[in-house]
């Protein structure tokens, strides 16, 4: 099983004659992952990487090419409509590497997903990985490792360490999701862990959290009620300075300071045990599991 | 990117909500003539700052006649607020107001939508509200397919009380607050307090408008004066901000650069879990290049509370051996004598840690390992 | 039964402090329609018609009097804004009679009605009427009568003459709906129809187009598959001049002339008897529902 | 609102689609020197006028020399096309047409939605294309939520078999049309052809614009030229739109004001039916005032094809004394002696029919009586 990618994952690469995109189609297939083809618009007919095809658009990729995921590179001034298309051409899901894409854009993207049913990951993540079945994203494949230990995290190479610390200690992992830290993303804490819960072959979930806004609050709340699977948290920016204030609507909507401190609180309090070291988290999920 | 109030009152009332008719003064003297040129007995001289909680540091001051102008202006021309230059004040009439009202739009992120939020009980205290009082404070959210339309402006209206005339002012300047919200791509737009007055007016006593950054692409109307925005940050935050790199100045010791913002936040914190104290923030970017690396370290280079360089890399997109190239260069062409503590893995960790063995630098491979070790070492320097 | 509108309506009139909101409330109040609320901005507060509370908003209309169905007389410029605030209310049908709402309005509120799953009429239309129980429209209440018809119809005063002749020849109605004239209607013929089939006080119905569109091709390729009962349609503007053309678009969209003889064809083939004057109906009438 | 292609082309290339670049000229002196301006040995001069199917009427004439410009000009400028006067003539470089495209956006009925509308095989033939080869014709519906995105312009143009350079600009196009439509409120924004030249280039060799009228009220900016497109109308249909009733000429001889388009539409078929001929279709609308009434009696009045008035009125918000006293007031104060037959039914009736009663006028309150006694009585006078 695992979650959102393994071999099932029908890969296109949107933005796959741009630079980014050209270099990780590359990796990516190079992992295992099925790259089954391009879209870059006014280049249809090219192949890349030997064979694999490029398209005009999504809606040939997955006609000609069976597509049913997608990973996008474009530029963030283009990344909303590249969304939109993917999401019109009934891939099922979308992981958005583009960093700077406007949360008025991704609003309207995610608006456009839930009403179609299908999921987007990012934007400004890495994206996911199975281990040993299919990477979706540009993680440095050497850090992870096949195993029962599913990670979910806002950042980037912070899930990278955390993924090499479990490696090293022999905890492999089921997925890690990089759910990207920009203030509205498609993907968020509550849905990977719904779907951690129901995969048989995850055991136990690391959940990796920043200051800030309230998404980690929200999560301990879910995971009180509705995970079986024992859960470490590890929350980082406790000595960050004071982030920029936005006025006070801020504040007043998350209701809660975002400090590390409330983050933990709120976690120990659903039963959550919170890492106080990345170097930690091995230990506590042994812990978890030996129970 | 945050504007000034005056900015922001500019913009608010080009698109029809009212504002206090001020001018904004740069010195004592253009002050005075300003307030001649006013009219008004009862002024207020506000500090034209970015940071939040400006009344509360003395950043506003009322005044009755060209003396107490002067002297406002004397005490706040060229005063820090929380450690920001106040370089020109803002005048205005005095507003008569009877009720202190708040209305804002801003990004809710568990809603994953934008949220206009209204109550009766604005002014300073409103966080205070929000806490004790949470049903004072209404919300609408946002949806895409119709964004907010004057109804719904008429039900926070209504939902805070309001009724008659001022039902309709309000509806009214929440539909135009969003417009602004939606048409420059903000993360805040805000009035606190938004002013009903003796007479039955709405008036936008103070006014905030904060641009993504992200969106500023399609916003070139700001590309101009971003520089003179950068007022708020020290030389070398302005200098890493020009590079594009994320730096935040801290009271420690330990300089510290990370790649990618949580790794950073993280090594902070390991940092000081071993007992030590950072110097900064800095985090080099998820693909960084040689070149580039060698900037943010010119940056530590240059900052003199760093006494040792501590150096966190899990390289994905980066690649160790640049990095290592980098460091190696920044001892020659920066003569960047401070220790370096540093630790590399990932791609092409091999390398990097063979070019800086062979310029003597010893490479940690374990990110709790290399954080004791800086700790020890800045305790020493 | 009938459709749409019966003693269970209960009625917000948006608008009703204007003219013509002022006028019909009363007059639908005297046919005996339960109208609970008007709607009229900053005049919350208010009492009209003796005892009809006026509020600020429809939901407070929804919340304090009860009110499930509305009708709209606000000017156009503001009626878009009126037909959201009603579905956002949760009102389950609304009547929009407000002339000149660009097309463009109205697409906007037909979607956002589509996906709350409630019904708009209108605009540009006469309202409902469902003879002795509930009149929501502008309609004179003279020309109906209680009966087994039903009618539907684009047009406005067509459908009273219609009525008055099926009336006269002892031909009650069970329900009379308008749906407007305007290019992008909230209900279709379509919707009606079904409606009507379902409906068990309904023996018969009339239809009554116009030329241009392709909206009688549409209803008689709906009636052939799904009525049982049956249908007699009238379609006035056999005379009329070739209307301004659209450029090649509205043909190609259409692909019908929409005249006359093109409707009248598609609806003898669906087996729908269709009367040359308003006069022949309710015999036509008459004979179907004898067999 | 129709706009003549040469301002639909302003409107097109304003927002950055290729058109190409002619003078507008009202003589032939003018095009003359418009020609030499152009620079340009092949031109083609098109009559401006707002009906369709110009080109097959002969209002475009191709020219390679100043003399057949000359002839050009002289045989289009004040001539007559369906009707409608040349008052202009747009003169043009002639385009190097290697293939003849569409593509359009209006309103979809049934779907309830814009539609964009693409097909390779443009050019005067294009609804025979509709109708032969359905294939050839590509559409995408718009949701309101997202709207037209470029993407969907891609969709279209590979549809149709564009790849390359030529795909983006067609789908660049393709969004520029469509906010063009969804900016101006428009009914109908197209292009046909929308050339492809030899040299790759996709050029709006037509350009069409009309805007919805009920929308006007948004777009101030056409308020003062709407006179002027007046000139497709006869100078009764002009005064009846100024009165804001719907009033189209016919050939026959009976004149006929009925309230609301559908009833009118009803009552000429009937009087077509009864064996008479329509003079007109006159809808006074829902809620006429008697002075209403009366404005569009003189209308008729002023018809000298109509012999005979059939007045037929189902009055629900229109008051049938109301009616009865337009008539009755135009007898005598525009001394309107043609005879009339009157049907009346609905509101105050009876005091309708008394007030007529009271004048020697006859009234019916069936409406197939009525039709056959004015068919009758035409017959005669």
């Given at each position: 099983?695992?979650?959102?990618?393994?071999?099932?994952?029908?890969?296109?690469?949107?933005?796959?004659?741009?630079?980014?995109?050209?270099?990780?189609?590359?990796?990516?297939?190079?992992?295992?992952?099925?790259?089954?083809?391009?879209?870059?618009?006014?280049?249809?007919?090219?192949?890349?990487?030997?064979?694999?095809?490029?398209?005009?658009?999504?809606?040939?990729?997955?006609?000609?090419?069976?597509?049913?995921?997608?990973?996008?590179?474009?530029?963030?001034?283009?990344?909303?409509?590249?969304?939109?298309?993917?999401?019109?051409?009934?891939?099922?899901?979308?992981?958005?590497?583009?960093?700077?894409?406007?949360?008025?854009?991704?609003?309207?993207?995610?608006?456009?997903?839930?009403?179609?049913?299908?999921?987007?990951?990012?934007?400004?993540?890495?994206?996911?990985?199975?281990?040993?079945?299919?990477?979706?994203?540009?993680?440095?494949?050497?850090?992870?490792?096949?195993?029962?230990?599913?990670?979910?995290?806002?950042?980037?190479?912070?899930?990278?360490?955390?993924?090499?610390?479990?490696?090293?200690?022999?905890?492999?992992?089921?997925?890690?999701?990089?759910?990207?830290?920009?203030?509205?993303?498609?993907?968020?804490?509550?849905?990977?862990?719904?779907?951690?819960?129901?995969?048989?072959?995850?055991?136990?979930?690391?959940?990796?959290?920043?200051?800030?806004?309230?998404?980690?609050?929200?999560?301990?709340?879910?995971?009180?009620?509705?995970?079986?699977?024992?859960?470490?948290?590890?929350?980082?920016?406790?000595?960050?300075?004071?982030?920029?204030?936005?006025?006070?609507?801020?504040?007043?909507?998350?209701?809660?300071?975002?400090?590390?401190?409330?983050?933990?609180?709120?976690?120990?309090?659903?039963?959550?045990?919170?890492?106080?070291?990345?170097?930690?988290?091995?230990?506590?999920?042994?812990?978890?599991?030996?129970? | 990117?945050?504007?000034?109030?005056?900015?922001?009152?500019?913009?608010?009332?080009?698109?029809?909500?009212?504002?206090?008719?001020?001018?904004?003064?740069?010195?004592?003297?253009?002050?005075?003539?300003?307030?001649?040129?006013?009219?008004?007995?009862?002024?207020?001289?506000?500090?034209?700052?970015?940071?939040?909680?400006?009344?509360?540091?003395?950043?506003?001051?009322?005044?009755?006649?060209?003396?107490?102008?002067?002297?406002?202006?004397?005490?706040?021309?060229?005063?820090?607020?929380?450690?920001?230059?106040?370089?020109?004040?803002?005048?205005?009439?005095?507003?008569d107001?009877s009720r202190?009202?708040?209305?804002?739009?801003?990004?809710?992120?568990?809603?994953?939508?934008?949220?206009?939020?209204?109550?009766?009980?604005?002014?300073?205290?409103?966080?205070?509200?929000?806490?004790?009082?949470?049903?004072?404070?209404?919300?609408?959210?946002?949806?895409?397919?119709?964004?907010?339309?004057?109804?719904?402006?008429?039900?926070?209206?209504?939902?805070?009380?309001l009724?008659g005339r001022v039902l309709q002012s309000?509806?009214?300047?929440?539909?135009?607050?969003?417009?602004?919200?939606?048409?420059?791509?903000?993360?805040?737009?805000?009035?606190?307090?938004?002013a009903l007055t003796s007479q039955g007016e709405i008036v936008?006593?103070?006014?905030?408008?904060?641009?993504?950054?992200?969106?500023?692409?399609?916003?070139?109307?700001?590309?101009?004066?971003?520089?003179?925005?950068?007022?708020?940050?020290?030389?070398?935050?302005?200098?890493?901000?020009?590079?594009?790199?994320?730096?935040?100045?801290?009271?420690?010791?330990?300089?510290?650069?990370?790649?990618?913002?949580?790794?950073?936040?993280?090594?902070?914190?390991?940092?000081?879990?071993?007992?030590?104290?950072?110097?900064?923030?800095?985090?080099?970017?998820?693909?960084?290049?040689?070149?580039?690396?060698?900037?943010?370290?010119?940056?530590?280079?240059?900052?003199?509370?760093?006494?040792?360089?501590?150096?966190?890399?899990?390289?994905?997109?980066?690649?160790?051996?640049?990095?290592?190239?980098?460091?190696?260069?920044?001892?020659?062409?920066?003569?960047?004598?401070?220790?370096?503590?540093?630790?590399?893995?990932?791609?092409?960790?091999?390398?990097?840690?063979?070019?800086?063995?062979?310029?003597?630098?010893?490479?940690?491979?374990?990110?709790?390992?290399?954080?004791?070790?800086?700790?020890?070492?800045?305790?020493?320097?």
């Amino acid at each position: 099983m695992a979650i959102l990618v393994d071999e099932s994952t029908r890969l296109v690469v949107q933005g796959i004659t741009g630079r980014e995109g050209g270099f990780h189609a590359a990796q990516m297939a190079a992992y295992g992952t099925n790259v089954v083809a391009g879209v870059s618009p006014g280049k249809g007919g090219l192949k890349v990487l030997d064979s694999v095809p490029v398209y005009d658009t999504v809606r040939q990729a997955v006609k000609e090419a069976g597509a049913n995921t997608s990973i996008i590179f474009v530029p963030a001034p283009n990344a909303l409509d590249a969304v939109l298309e993917s999401i019109d051409a009934g891939i099922r899901l979308t992981v958005i590497i583009t960093e700077h894409v406007p949360p008025s854009d991704t609003w309207r993207a995610v608006n456009y997903a839930a009403r179609r049913g299908v999921r987007l990951i990012g934007p400004n993540c890495p994206g996911v990985i199975s281990p040993g079945k299919a990477k979706v994203g540009i993680m440095p494949a050497s850090v992870f490792k096949r195993g029962g230990v599913g990670v979910v995290s806002r950042s980037g190479t912070l899930t990278y360490e955390v993924s090499l610390q479990l490696t090293k200690s022999g905890l492999g992992q089921s997925s890690v999701v990089g759910i990207g830290g920009d203030p509205i993303v498609g993907t968020g804490f509550k849905d990977v862990l719904e779907m951690f819960e129901k995969d048989v072959e995850t055991h136990a979930v690391v959940l990796i959290g920043e200051i800030g806004g309230d998404a980690e609050e929200k999560a301990a709340a879910y995971i009180s009620e509705h995970l079986s699977k024992p859960v470490v948290a590890y929350i980082a920016g406790r000595t960050a300075p004071p982030g920029k204030r936005m006025g006070h609507a801020g504040a007043i909507v998350s209701g809660t300071e975002g400090t590390v401190e409330a983050k933990t609180k709120a976690f120990t309090e659903a039963g959550v045990a919170v890492a106080k070291t990345p170097s930690e988290i091995p230990a506590l999920i042994a812990r978890a599991t030996r129970r | 990117m945050k504007l000034y109030e005056h900015e922001a009152k500019k913009i608010f009332r080009d698109i029809g909500i009212p504002t206090p008719l001020g001018e904004v003064v740069t010195s004592v003297e253009e002050a005075k003539r300003a307030y001649a040129r006013l009219a008004q007995r009862s002024v207020v001289v506000k500090a034209q700052v970015l940071v939040g909680g400006r009344g509360k540091a003395g950043g506003i001051k009322f005044a009755s006649n060209v003396e107490e102008v002067e002297s406002a202006a004397k005490t706040l021309l060229g005063s820090e607020i929380k450690g920001e230059r106040v370089g020109a004040v803002l005048i205005e009439p005095k507003l008569d107001i009877s009720r202190e009202l708040y209305l804002g739009v801003t990004w809710d992120r568990s809603e994953r939508s934008p949220v206009v939020i209204a109550s009766s009980e604005g002014g300073v205290n409103i966080e205070g509200v929000a806490k004790t009082k949470p049903d004072a404070i209404k919300r609408v959210h946002v949806d895409p397919e119709i964004g907010f339309k004057p109804f719904m402006g008429r039900l926070l209206a209504s939902s805070i009380g309001l009724t008659g005339r001022v039902l309709q002012s309000f509806a009214d300047i929440a539909s135009k607050m969003y417009s602004l919200f939606d048409g420059f791509d903000a993360e805040l737009v805000e009035s606190n307090p938004l002013a009903l007055t003796s007479q039955g007016e709405i008036v936008a006593a103070d006014a905030r408008l904060n641009i993504v950054d992200d969106a500023l692409f399609r916003h070139k109307e700001f590309s101009n004066n971003s520089d003179e925005r950068l007022a708020e940050y020290s030389v070398l935050e302005r200098k890493a901000r020009q590079l594009g790199v994320q730096y935040v100045e801290l009271d420690g010791s330990i300089g510290i650069i990370g790649n990618g913002a949580g790794l950073t936040m993280a090594t902070l914190d390991l940092i000081k879990y071993y007992g030590g104290e950072p110097a900064n923030f800095l985090d080099a970017g998820g693909g960084s290049s040689e070149e580039e690396f060698m900037q943010a370290l010119s940056i530590l280079n240059e900052n003199p509370n760093v006494r040792l360089v501590f150096v966190n890399i899990l390289a994905g997109i980066t690649r160790c051996d640049d990095v290592a190239r980098a460091i190696v260069k920044a001892r020659i062409s920066l003569g960047m004598s401070k220790p370096f503590v540093i630790r590399l893995a990932g791609t092409n960790e091999e390398e990097g840690r063979r070019i800086l063995a062979a310029s003597g630098i010893n490479v940690y491979s374990d990110m709790d390992e290399a954080a004791k070790k800086a700790v020890e070492a800045a305790s020493k320097v």
